[in-house]
């Protein structure tokens, strides 16, 4: 089961991978229908099946630069809902820990949700709700295998002493909340296409460290469903409030994550250089975003270590305590 576990793992990378690559290369709409592509298994490619497929679509052009990431994406995600059931299969056949069986159940229902907002992201048009959902159970899928690996004994030497888990609680949790809420951000902002609002301009937006903001519209998550959200719908103000939120989000993130790796030191060297690393250089690919007018290599490798600085705090928080030989991390320096 945990090598199932490691390659589920290794699946949901490449599934966080190739999602954000698909939403940033604008293929979340590469096909129009769902769970096919243009009626298809994979995807039309030969030119009499481009030609039904646009007289069946005449308002979806065949674009194969946006068919092909769309199906790799859902044909991964699939795999990964299989790889689920089969960890739900064996953990409830041979009885394990009961928090093993709960973890594998809650993965399988997060995973079936995942699948219908995969399915909802195309029917819906790219609402941004609906995107932004998706993204936020993708992040929870990774940190719930993740979570499901540290339970089975997974990656020993990133652990805490319950002395230390108990010291540091409130800060744990703090900077999980903070991390969940930027990643919150960047979810809307890419949704609604705000990354490209205060582009070439860093640290200020358009000359100004208090630029003009629309926060009504620009965090309306009521807002109704558009005929297709392909390059997004809202103004520019609105669009430069979600875009500065997320670059303020980003100082709150530093302020608590990089006193937490301080205070982890002492107790884990081997953590507080993981969450420090993953910290620096999620700001470094952030800012990179800016300067370097959002280059998609750039902004899927963002979209990865924010999920990997968010499971360095899933560590933090529901690693299983250790000893305090186990958790010093000084062997691993």
Known sequence: MLNLNRFGLVLVVFVIILGAFTRLSDAGLGCPDWPGCYGHLLWPNETHEITAAEALWPSAPVDQTKTWPEMVHRYFAGSLLLVV???????????????????????????????AF???????KLWPQVVTAHLLG???????????????????????TATDRATLRSHAVLSLVVVILQITLG???AANYAAWACLDDFPTCFGTF????????GFNVLQGVGPNYLGGLMHSEARISIHWMHRLGALVVLAVVATLAVRLWVRNKTLALVVAALL?????LGTLNIVLRLPIAVATAHNGVGALLLLAMVTVNFAPPGKQRECSGTDDI
């Open 280 to 284: 620096g250089l999620q700001l470094l």
């Open 138 to 160: 993708g992040f929870a899928t990774f940190s719930l295998l993740w979570v499901l690996f540290l339970r089975q004994g997974g990656a020993p030497s990133l652990c805490l």
């Open 118 to 124: 995969g399915a909802w992201t195309v029917t819906l």
């Open 210 to 217: 208090t630029p003009s903001m629309d926060f009504t519209h």
């Open 85 to 115: 059931f089969a960890l739900t299969f064996m953990a409830w056949k041979t009885r394990p820990p009961h928090a093993i069986r709960e973890i594998t159940t809650a993965l399988l229902l997060l995973i079936l949700c995942q699948a």
């Open 187 to 189: 979810g809307w902002m």
